[in-house]
């Protein structure tokens, strides 16, 4: 049976009764979602627009890779580097004061910012004011996507204000400041702000060419994942490593959280029919792991081409575990503008491979759901263009009728995905041949997902079907684990 196939065996009667119950439920499935009727702003005075949510709990005091300084910056002292980095790839300001590298603290701090850094609990140094002034300022502006971003710098300033030998800058999808939408073209370039070449791995230059190569000795990786299979940076993260590995050249990943990495769930993805830059490995939808972790399964379990091995070196994070609550500084991509955007992605990205609309092109991307002349749903809102997020957004200009994703998704660390939404979407789409289109099956990592709702399966039964591939995954995840 294939992914278009009709749904068999629901006679018309349950058919209906099943559109009287979902038009009368206040809430449905999935720890309640709130049906709600309100228009999503679009008009340019908007609070939210062009704004990202860092949530609504206050974030742990987490070190990052980049952030333990003292770890990675002597095995780059008198090396080309080069580093893959975008808008993510930023560093607390408070952190600075303990970087112990060719630059005096006080200089560097002082050159990177205009406000002291914050006293901590081992030292209150006072930071000497400074006439010298950053070389090149990537981001001087604020950051894409963020509301702190005074308390931030990023990488690629800190690592040339540091004396660090920078030779290019490789960027993933949506370009070296986050500001391409999903699937655009990125052009390879000198960059404006800091005069480094800025290599593009995205469209049909995913993985670095030895010319990309040939003057860097080692390389920096520090992207912030999400911890979806679907997502692209780790594919990014396989190229890079793999292309570093046949050039002879070390590859250091510095660690981030991961919003998901508490939990799996998902079918693994079917490598034999179903793998392209949206899943590459054979690995659930959702795989509970940061991308440092990852990057040592890629490694371990001999993912690269011709099973080669990369020189590589992950710096973990401190004052982190699984459970630990953590609001993203900066969106990770344009579309993710939210906590609770990035905690509902997993449940919503499937209906990029269907006809309902996830909210692309509207203020509040995958924070809500439906489709023109939806029969359930109280929920209004219309795509329509909007430059840097979506510009030909799916429904574009038709009024989509739904859901929308209530605030107590944010109030716990995801455990599952919910698979209602995508369920209850199909039964009541009333062209059932064109719901699943090609890319549904990419994004599921296997043609048996579609074919299951086609056919009736409920959560529970879904989540069953590929219980057994989860465990077996699960002996191959605990080898890579680096936090509790």
């Keep these: 049976m294939n992914a278009t196939c009709q749904r068999k065996g629901i006679a018309i009667k349950a058919s209906i009764a099943l559109l009287v119950v979902l038009l009368l439920m206040p809430f449905w499935g999935c720890s309640g979602r709130n049906v709600q009727k309100a228009s999503i702003p679009t008009t340019p005075e908007s609070p939210v627009q062009g704004q990202y949510d860092s949530g609504y709990r206050q974030q742990a005091e987490i070190l990052t890779g980049a952030e333990q300084f003292a770890l990675y910056l002597p095995l780059l002292q008198g090396k080309r580097v080069g580093v893959v980095a975008n808008h993510t790839s930023v560093i607390g300001r408070r952190h600075l004061s303990k970087c112990p590298n060719a630059l005096s603290c006080a200089d560097m701090a002082a050159s990177l910012t205009s406000i002291p850094p914050k006293k901590t609990d081992a030292a209150s140094a006072v930071v000497k004011e400074s006439a010298s002034q950053t070389r090149f300022q990537a981001f001087l502006q604020p950051l894409p996507g963020t509301a702190d971003s005074a308390l931030y710098v990023h990488l690629v300033d800190m690592l040339l204000d540091s004396g660090i030998r920078l030779q290019k800058v490789f960027s993933p999808e949506h370009g070296f400041r986050g500001q391409a939408e999903a699937g655009a073209k990125v052009n390879s370039q000198i960059d404006s702000k800091t005069g480094l070449p800025l290599v593009s791995l995205y469209g049909n230059h995913k993985k670095p060419t030895p ?201 716990k660390i995801p455990e599952k995905i919910c698979w209602d939404y995508l369920i209850e979407m199909y039964a009541v789409y009333p062209e059932k041949k064109k719901f699943f289109t090609a890319f549904f099956s990419k994004l599921a990592g296997t043609t048996r997902l579609a074919d299951a709702v086609c056919e009736g399966m409920e959560e529970e039964e879904l989540r069953a079907s590929w219980q057994k591939e989860l465990e077996d995954f699960e002996k191959i995840r605990q080898k890579y684990l680096l936090y509790d």
Excluded at 222 to 231: M, P, T
Excluded at 322 to 349: G, H, Q
Aim: glycine content about 8%.
């Design 211 to 411: 010319e990309d190569l040939q003057d860097i000795d080692i390389l920096l990786f520090d992207l912030q994942d999400v911890g979806l299979r679907f997502y692209t940076y780790i594919s990014t993260l396989h190229y890079v490593m793999e292309a570093c590995a046949e050039a002879g050249i070390p590859v250091i990943v510095l660690d981030r959280p991961t919003p998901h990495a508490a939990y799996t769930d998902g079918p693994v993805l079917d490598t034999a029919c179903c793998r392209s830059f949206v899943g590459m490995h054979p690995v659930p939808v959702v795989y509970g792991m940061t991308i440092g972790e990852y990057a040592r399964m890629i490694q371990g379990e001999h993912w690269l081409k011709n099973g080669i091995d990369c020189d590589l070196s992950v710096i973990p994070m401190k004052h982190y575990s699984r459970r630990t609550e953590y609001a993203f500084p900066v969106a990770p991509s344009p579309n993710l503008r939210s906590m609770k955007a990035i905690y509902a992605y997993p449940s919503l990205c499937f209906f990029e491979g269907t006809p309902v609309s996830l909210g692309r092109g509207t203020w509040q991307p995958f924070e809500c759901f439906g489709f023109p002349g939806s029969p359930v749903g109280d929920y209004a809102f219309t795509p329509e263009p909007i430059k840097g997020l979506s510009e030909n957004p799916p429904c574009k200009g038709q009024e989509c009728r739904g859901f929308r994703i209530p605030d107590s998704i944010i109030e």
